[in-house]
């Protein structure tokens, strides 16, 4: 089948309708290696149509006007080259609230939800007024959503990258969260008189320098390698963060970090070398482990 170029087919002259434009793109992203072809070719349909996916089902044999064609056509093709979705849509849903995205941060992860998950949990006790931390911030994802589930808490966040913090402002301006941003290596511009805090948290570059030709091509050929690699081992920052963390931690602060999969032995032994104690490994929803989290007492 040609692409969708026009309102109907040159070889059949049958009509593009939703249903036909959406199994087209699905089959030829998939021979792609996309992991969601039909899904992803329903969030671009439905951007272009100003419609929920719901509606591509409902309107599933209206004919698309040449304009309508042409404005998908132009997301597909930037999609079928690996771009990611989220950043042709400008946006990415993260614990349940939309956040601004576009290539100078990371596309925000489901798996990275469990970091919230833990460091709300573990942190109960200190749910009123706590001073929280948080490292390597991107999008502003996690430093937000814990501000928005907890407005009396202080949420500072940091990253070296100032055009990541350019994109976490705006997420903040845009949900209404008041988050205090620095741009900053790990705890470098924190200052030793700053007062120390509850709860830190870092999803920190975590892939190791080599195994980033191999991820797939949506990841390493569009989104920032500074936020995906750390050194050789991969846990360059990662272990810095971990030695350093005590000195920024009250009696009994806690500090919950993402890692790679299979490093979660590995940095469990960092922390328990740090002097953290009641060190936990939390998996995520594949079984994986995904962060590392323990007390500074």
Known sequence: MTEPTNASSADTDEPWTIARVLSWSAGDLR?????????????????????????????????????ELQRYRELHKRRRRGEPVAYLLGEREFYGRCFFVDSRVLVPRPETEHLVDVALERTRARSLSARVLDLCTGSGAVAITLKKERPTTHVVATDISAD?????????????ALVTFICSDGFDSIGK??????????????????????????????????????GISGLDLTSRIVSEAPRMLVPGGLLAVEIDAPSGTLVRELFLAAGFEDVTVTRDYAGRDRIVSGRHL
């Open 31 to 67: 021979q792609r290696s996309s992991t969601s072809p039909r899904l992803d070719a329903e969030l671009l349909l439905a951007r272009v149509l100003d419609c929920d996916r719901i509606r591509l089902i409902i309107d599933g044999t209206r004919p698309l006007s040449s304009s």
């Open 193 to 230: 008189e700053t007062k120390k805090f509850d709860l830190i948290t870092a999803n920190p570059p975590y892939i190791p320098e080599a195994n980033h030709a191999a991820l797939p091509i949506d990841v390493r050929g569009f989104e920032p390698k500074l936020a995906l690699t750390s």
């Open 164 to 176: 990541a913090l350019s994109v976490a402002k705006e997420n903040a301006l845009r949900l209404g």
